[in-house]
């Protein structure tokens, strides 16, 4: 699976953004999915991830109550709604894809997108 995200960009503290993540393929609906993100200087990670049906969640505790995933199997495409954001929140966005959610959210999944970059200023 092919995975192209997009949607990163500047913002203020306290503002929100939306990414996407378009999937290639028919299986996508058969994919668990995560984001994960690494800041400058940092390690890689994991921020939320979502089951194959979508039924079920999790996030990391820094974004917890702040971001949602969510996918639209119609569309092949995941979403991380980020609302609330803070400077600590800037960092490269990636989208990942498995065919395990337990595999995504212990950080290995199969497939990687390239990065959006989400900037937030104070």
């Known amino acids: 699976v092919q995975l192209q995200a997009c949607g990163g960009g500047l913002v203020q503290a306290g503002g929100s953004l939306r990414l996407s993540c378009a999937a290639s393929?028919?299986?996508?609906?058969?994919?668990?999915m995560g984001w994960f993100r690494q800041a400058p200087g940092k390690e890689r990670e994991f921020v939320a991830a979502i089951s194959a049906p979508g039924g079920s969640t999790l996030y990391a505790d820094s974004v917890r109550g702040r971001f949602t995933i969510s996918r639209d199997n119609a569309k092949n495409t995941v979403y991380l709604q980020m609302n609330s954001l803070k400077p600590e929140d800037t960092a490269v966005y990636y989208c990942?894809?498995?065919?395990?959610?337990?595999?995504?959210?212990?950080?290995?999944?199969?497939?990687w997108g390239q990065g959006t970059l989400v900037t937030v200023s104070s």
């Open positions: 393929g028919r299986t996508f609906s058969r994919y668990a």
């Open positions: 990942a894809a498995d065919s395990a959610f337990s595999t995504v959210i212990s950080r290995q999944p199969n497939y």
